[in-house]
């Protein structure tokens, strides 16, 4: 069974940073995209960042101010450092994957989520 559990999230004021972090566990064989959606109230899930292979991919709304990284140690683990946040940030954070396990193919795992909240 894989897990995917997000860490990282808090309260923080417009201008300031956060580092969210997302370990896949489980008994995975390959991890081909890793990434970051939102969902804030009364709004759809979108897209924040994604990674493959070392290339990502951002929202118009937060390039030039997050990054997404990978961990070149533990390669489960994918990283989004939020800066000069804004409260319209103000979202549930879902790390997503795109991988395969030693038992079945290649298939998208959410976390669980976690709030960012970004206000004076």
């Known amino acids: 069974q894989v897990q995917l559990v997000e860490s990282g999230g808090g309260l923080v004021q417009p201008g300031g940073s956060l580092r969210l972090s997302c370990a896949a566990s489980?008994?995975?064989?390959?991890?081909?995209?890793m990434g970051w959606y939102r969902q804030a109230p009364g709004k759809q899930r979108e897209l924040v960042a994604v990674?493959?292979?070392?290339?990502?991919?951002y929202a118009d709304s937060v390039k030039g101010r997050f990054t997404i990284s990978r961990d070149n140690a533990k390669k489960n683990t994918v990283y989004l450092q939020m800066n000069s946040l804004k409260p319209d940030d103000t979202a549930v954070y879902y790390c997503?994957?795109?991988?395969?396990?030693?038992?079945?193919?290649?298939?998208?795992?959410w976390g669980q989520g976690t709030q960012v909240t970004v206000s004076s």
């Open positions: 997503n994957a795109k991988l395969s396990t030693y038992a079945s193919q290649s298939a998208y795992y």
């Open positions: 990674i493959t292979s070392g290339v990502t991919n």
């Open positions: 489980g008994s995975i064989f390959s991890i081909n995209t």
